[in-house]
């Protein structure tokens, strides 16, 4: 990305050393490295998402044509979009299916401790 070379980064450090003095000198490198670690995390962040907004983009283009065939004849690798959604819509669906069935359970477990 950058073009610098050790001599560079040896001057760099030089007029660095000039200016700050040596008592900054380390807390200004402690700060411009969070800076660039702030940086990096963010990028990495930003392209993850935009992965998985690909990713869900291919997932409706490929659910909507599976719609169009009306799920006949599907290729193999709309078959493994539809077979994902439906694990994702499953997964998403779990957490209050579990509630549900508890809740559902524990009235007549009330009724028997009752009893």
Known sequence: MFDIGFWELLLIAMIGLVVLGPERLPVAIRTVRGWMSNVKRFSDTVKTELNEELRIQ???????????VNMENL???????VRSLKEAA???T???????EKSAIEPTA???NNE
């Open 58 to 68: 291919e997932l409706h283009a490929n659910l909507k044509k599976a719609e169009q």
């Open 94 to 100: 779990k957490p209050y299916m579990n509630k549900t």
């Open 90 to 92: 499953e997964m998403v």
């Open 75 to 81: 290729s193999p690798e709309v078959a493994e979009s």
């Open 110 to 112: 009330n009724k028997e």
